[in-house]
């Protein structure tokens, strides 16, 4: 079998949500997706339904269940071939939950509706708070590792880039992935990454909860290569397992927004209240092109300023951010030990997120359920020419990072359809030579 064939729902059951009763829905899906992204802590998934009725107590399953929200549901769904494995959400720690019912149409003899579900720690993430107090000395990986288990109490696999910098707060009784996600713009990866940059992504994948350093992520080795496929191949062809089925590149860089974020410079003016100072002009200058950032393409060569001016677009700061510098405020004791250290971490990961959206790419591919949301792939595109050749182009072609996948199901075929992203054009970055 191809991995754009159909796939076989192997188990598909939905119990109600006091757990009393359940039903089999595997014989009625006529279309399933699940979807993962680094810019989301939870995974979500859609089902389209259709029941004939009479499937709990001669009811159908809207009404016999009844279907309200809260129900769990465990999915499988088998592998199309040797190499693609499928997806499995047969354990309850793995369950999907039911958040709402939509597009409901009952007849006399038949029902459809459509499932929208995600993890449980999507609904625990809204029933609980962060009110603890981490000092100074806890490392941000560390307290992120905390409030997952002891907060969240996910059970799930715990994937931590450690972190060099300590960090101390307060929750102040916001959401878990509210706080998080504030952590991870403030992380700065372990001491042994010398050349490392501050930025971090906090997302979920069917494996595990993710703590990454986005400089960890671009060094990480291609999961797979895809080519596309010219017109002229056979059909054969064009169904291979490895062939790119549709692409378009949906954004070629958004200068003015980089500008307006302070992504290439930026310059930060912390009051110290100790002596009542401000922090001079180069001590808080940010230049991207200073910062050795690990890339999926060629270092990014930045326009001048204007064609008089020796300077480019990351010698000037386009963003001024002023702040008070904060000097132990959670610290045990008496101290005046900054909290962090905010000019090495801020601007580094507001420059390394910005970036990393240079390029975006929308692709669709056949159906690989060994990928992942935060891997990198490897894509070849023909050159554009009026002589073909059978040249890659040097500037498209190259590493991707997949920002968000959402892999297809239903009885005509299954897919995969990826959101791909990069901070730099070309072939050869740091993954490849």
């Known amino acids: 079998m191809a991995a754009i064939d159909a796939s076989i729902y192997e188990e598909f059951n939905i119990e109600s949500a006091d757990q009393s009763q359940s039903a089999d829905l595997k014989a009625g899906v006529i279309a399933f997706s699940y979807y993962e992204d680094v810019m989301s802590p939870v995974i979500t998934a859609t089902a389209q339904i259709v029941n004939t009725g009479n499937s709990i107590k001669g009811k159908s399953i809207y009404q016999g269940l009844p279907l309200r929200g809260g129900e769990r549901v465990s ?31 009952s007849k006399s003899k038949t029902e459809s509706f459509t499932l929208q579900l995600t993890s449980r720690e999507a609904i625990s993430n809204e ?32 994937d931590i880039h450690e972190t060099q910098n300590p960090y101390g707060f307060i929750g102040n009784q916001r959401k878990p992935f509210t706080v998080i996600g ?48 010219e017109v002229a191949l056979s059909k054969q062809e064009k169904i291979g397992d490895y062939n790119i089925q549709r692409y378009q590149t949906t954004r070629n860089n958004n200068l003015l927004a980089k500008l307006r974020a302070g992504a290439y410079s930026s310059q930060r003016i912390f009051f110290d209240p100790l002596n009542f100072t401000f922090t001079g002009k180069e001590a808080g200058l940010f230049n991207s092109t200073d910062a050795k950032t690990k890339n999926l393409g060629k270092k990014l060569v930045l326009p001048k300023i204007n064609d008089e001016s020796d300077k480019h677009l990351g010698n000037l700061p386009s963003r001024i951010v002023t702040q008070v510098m904060d000097r132990g405020t ?75 996948l959402r892999h297809f199901f239903n009885p005509d075929g299954s897919w995969t359809q990826m959101n791909l992203v990069r901070d730099t054009y070309g072939q050869h970055g740091t993954n490849t030579k």
């Not at 040797?82 to 958040?99: C, I």
């Not at 004791?333 to 580094?348: F, L, R």
């Not at 997120?353 to 990928?371: A, C, E, Y």
């Not at 949301?373 to 182009?393: L, M, S, W």
């Open 75 to 105: 999915i499988k769904v088998r592998g199309n071939s040797r190499k693609n494995p499928g997806l499995d959400f047969t354990k309850k720690k793995d369950y999907f939950f039911v958040t709402s019912i939509d597009n409901v149409e």
């Open 330 to 404: 959670l610290s045990i004791g008496v101290t005046i030990d900054e909290n962090a250290d905010p000019m090495k971490y801020q601007s580094q990961a507001l420059s390394r997120l910005n970036t990393l959206f240079t390029q975006v790419l929308d692709m669709n591919i056949p159906s690989n359920t060994n990928l992942r949301a935060g891997d990198i792939i490897k894509c070849q595109f023909p050159q554009t020419a009026v002589n073909a050749t059978n040249e890659f182009d040097t500037d498209l072609s190259g590493l991707y990072m997949i920002k968000s």
């Open 127 to 158: 029933t609980t708070r962060v009110g603890k107090r981490y000092p100074s000395t806890s490392k941000i990986s560390d307290s992120v590792k905390d409030i997952l288990e002891k907060t969240l109490q996910t059970k799930k696999k715990l």
């Open 182 to 229: 504030w952590l991870a713009s403030k992380a700065v990866p372990d001491v042994s990454e010398k050349d490392g940059t501050a930025g971090y992504f906090f997302y979920q994948t069917r494996d595990s909860y993710n703590f990454h350093s986005v400089d960890k992520m671009m060094t990480k080795k291609p999961k797979a290569t895809y080519t596309w496929t």
